[in-house]
């Protein structure tokens, strides 16, 4: 069975520093899809980014991009110049590609952006 | 914009009532999950439905069942509601059919917060 951990409960950034929120999973499958998630304290879940497994070249949006690194099935998300609407909870999460599109996520690391 | 749509968004009910969570899309997505979340623990998967009528066990079905009569609306049914069962309950939905290993991105509503006591 696929598992995506994030390792950081909790973060802390100041207003207009970089973060890196961590992600790992394991799987046996060869293509797949990661994506970040975002739940502002608002509650609606949005995606912040998607990666494909194939490609080897690091999504990016914005100030938002990832460093994926296939061979340690690490998928870790960078957020450049943080703004206070960065505050929320980011959920890293799997796809399964030959599953129905299920996705398997992450425990989630509330981020907080101070001024 | 894809909207999806959940019937409450703070819900509370008495142990052994029979509960129901609606959600309703307005993309013709084929695609239909519930998932339920608590701290630490993120999203865990319900159940999921990618045509009318067909649904598929997720990681934590018992206590739970599901209907789909129409494209556009999924529902969560709790039998017989159990103190355990107190969360927050999202509904998503995503293009593609079922096998089709399309990477559809899943759009999530708004959150059930559920309270049973």
């Known amino acids: 069975a696929q598992t995506v951990t994030q390792s950081q409960p909790e973060m802390s950034v100041q207003e207009a520093e970089t973060v890196t929120l961590s992600c790992t999973y394991d799987t046996s499958e060869n293509n797949y899809y990661l994506f970040w998630y975002k739940q502002p304290p608002s509650r609606q879940m949005i995606l912040v980014i998607r990666?494909?497994?194939?490609?080897?070249q690091n999504a990016t949006e914005n100030r938002f991009s990832v460093n994926f690194q296939k061979a340690a099935k690490s998928f870790s998300l960078k957020i450049s110049d943080s703004q206070l609407g960065d505050t929320a909870m980011y959920f890293c999460a799997f796809l399964h590609n030959n599953a129905g599109n299920m996705l398997t996520f992450g425990g989630g690391t509330r981020l907080m952006v101070k001024p | 914009d894809v909207k999806v749509t959940q019937s409450s968004r703070y819900l509370v009910k008495r142990t052994g009532e029979k509960v129901f969570l609606e959600c309703v899309q307005d993309?013709?997505?084929?695609?239909m999950f519930w998932y339920r979340q608590d701290p630490g623990l993120g999203l865990r998967l319900i159940y999921f439905?990618?045509?009318?009528?067909?649904?598929e066990k997720g990681d934590i079905p018992e206590g739970y069942s599901v209907s789909r009569e129409k494209k556009e609306r999924f529902s969560l049914i709790l039998e017989s509601a159990s103190t355990n069962q107190t969360s927050m309950y999202l509904c998503?939905?995503?293009?593609?059919?079922?096998?089709?290993?399309?990477?559809?991105?899943?759009?999530f509503g708004p959150g059930t917060r559920l309270t049973v006591t």
């Open positions: 993309m013709d997505h084929e695609n």
């Open positions: 990666q494909e497994a194939y490609k080897q």
């Open positions: 439905s990618y045509d009318v009528k067909m649904k």
């Open positions: 998503a939905s995503s293009l593609g059919g079922h096998g089709q290993g399309s990477p559809y991105e899943q759009y």
